[in-house]
């Protein structure tokens, strides 16, 4: 009854659609060009190292402490006052790897979301190290929030970067952030969701979009940034499943898309194993992810 009221309020607050349309050219052309693929590599090189950054250990928590402080140190280094971090804890205590929120903006109108998931499966044996699965997710967010922070924009809407916690155990982490928004009466007028921008089967540069457990009109304006912006092919395919914390979103009425580095069917083999390595992965194509955050940011929260 509960999650049936709230997502009847929720749908209220999102029946003002909004506007989703390109108008901000000059200034995402101008900023996609201070996107630096060596600070994702390195990122990714910190992140990929612990043994294993499932939400059950204690080196997810680590792992989670790691991104708070990269977030944190980003926004020093910019300059920006304007922010907030904190954490938002699972409801289960087995899942101690809290999620990581940070807001950016003291705006009441409607927030846009990007996120990724942190976690990994768990490491019985060897490591897990998560390179696209989500570490090239978590760094290619940290790569957006770097260059938006260091652009001296002043943005109409509040923007919320945000590291999932225990997406790998059924989207438990999103879940707590989505009923935590919901119970703040935060409204948001769009969230994407990069789960995995590293692996490109073939080497083809081309672009993927989800179309199930995701907005229509937001995923229509998607592919509009990226025939835009990112200039790569783009192509959609289905999970056929609520594979990713979109879904969490989703579930309670909030517009969500997301962008895909394969198809479905070809996605990355080596994930949830040891094999899980930065080698296989595409600097480019997690280049062209960071394009479309950036551009997905600036169109939602600048007027």
Same mark, same amino acid.
């Given at each position: 009854?509960?999650?049936?009221?709230?997502? /009847?309020?929720?749908?209220?607050? *999102?029946?003002?659609?909004?506007?989703?349309a390109i108008h901000q050219r000059a200034l995402v052309n101008a900023l996609l060009p201070q996107i630096n693929p060596a600070h994702m590599w390195a990122d990714l090189g910190e992140l990929s190292?612990?043994?294993?950054?499932?939400?059950?250990? %204690?080196?997810?928590?680590?792992?989670?402490?790691?991104?708070?402080?990269?977030?944190?140190?980003?926004?020093? %280094?910019?300059?920006?006052?304007?922010?907030?971090?904190?954490?938002?804890?699972? &409801?289960?205590?087995?899942?101690?790897?809290?999620?990581?929120?940070?807001?950016?903006?003291?705006? @009441?109108?409607?927030?846009?979301?990007?996120?990724?998931?942190?976690?990994?499966?768990?490491?019985?044996?060897? /490591?897990?190290?998560?390179?696209?699965?989500?570490?090239?997710?978590?760094?290619?967010?940290?790569?957006?929030?770097?260059?938006?922070?260091?652009?001296?924009?002043?943005?109409?809407?509040?923007?919320?970067?945000?590291?999932?916690?225990?997406?790998?155990?059924?989207?438990?982490?999103?879940?707590?952030?989505?009923?935590?928004?919901?119970?703040?009466?935060?409204?948001?007028?769009?969230?994407?969701?990069?789960? *995995?921008?590293?692996?490109?089967?073939?080497?083809?540069?081309?672009?993927?979009?989800?179309?199930?457990?995701?907005?229509?009109?937001?995923?229509?304006?998607?592919?509009?940034?990226?025939?835009?912006?990112?200039?790569?092919?783009?192509?959609?395919?289905?999970?056929?499943? @609520?594979?990713? @914390?979109?879904?969490?979103?989703?579930?309670?009425?909030?517009?969500?898309?997301?962008?895909?580095? &394969?198809?479905?069917?070809?996605?990355?083999? @080596?994930?949830?194993?040891?094999?899980?390595?930065?080698? /296989?992965?595409?600097?480019?194509?997690?280049?062209?992810?960071?394009?479309?955050?950036?551009?997905?940011?600036?169109?939602?929260?600048?007027?």
């Amino acid at each position: 009854h509960f999650l049936a009221q709230q997502t /009847k309020s929720i749908q209220t607050i *999102m029946s003002r659609q909004h506007d989703y349309a390109i108008h901000q050219r000059a200034l995402v052309n101008a900023l996609l060009p201070q996107i630096n693929p060596a600070h994702m590599w390195a990122d990714l090189g910190e992140l990929s190292s612990f043994q294993t950054r499932s939400a059950v250990s %204690d080196n997810g928590v680590k792992a989670a402490q790691w991104l708070r402080e990269r977030i944190t140190a980003i926004a020093v %280094d910019a300059g920006r006052r304007d922010i907030s971090v904190y954490e938002v804890k699972n &409801s289960q205590w087995l899942y101690k790897q809290p999620s990581i929120v940070m807001k950016w903006g003291h705006s @009441d109108k409607p927030g846009i979301v990007l996120g990724a998931h942190m976690d990994t499966l768990p490491a019985l044996y060897g /490591k897990m190290p998560g390179a696209d699965d989500d570490g090239s997710g978590s760094v290619t967010l940290l790569e957006v929030a770097r260059v938006l922070m260091n652009s001296g924009v002043e943005f109409d809407s509040p923007i919320y970067f945000i590291w999932y916690s225990a997406e790998e155990m059924g989207l438990i982490g999103s879940q707590a952030v989505v009923a935590d928004f919901a119970a703040k009466k935060i409204p948001v007028a769009g969230v994407i969701q990069f789960d *995995m921008t590293g692996y490109t089967p073939h080497n083809k540069q081309e672009m993927w979009i989800l179309n199930d457990y995701v907005n229509p009109a937001l995923t229509t304006f998607m592919h509009d940034l990226i025939t835009e912006y990112v200039k790569r092919p783009v192509f959609y395919t289905a999970c056929g499943y @609520d594979c990713s @914390d979109h879904a969490s979103w989703h579930a309670l009425g909030y517009p969500a898309v997301a962008p895909a580095e &394969s198809a479905f069917e070809e996605d990355n083999k @080596d994930i949830h194993t040891a094999q899980d390595t930065m080698d /296989k992965l595409s600097l480019e194509h997690m280049t062209d992810y960071a394009k479309l955050g950036v551009a997905f940011a600036v169109e939602l929260a600048k007027e």
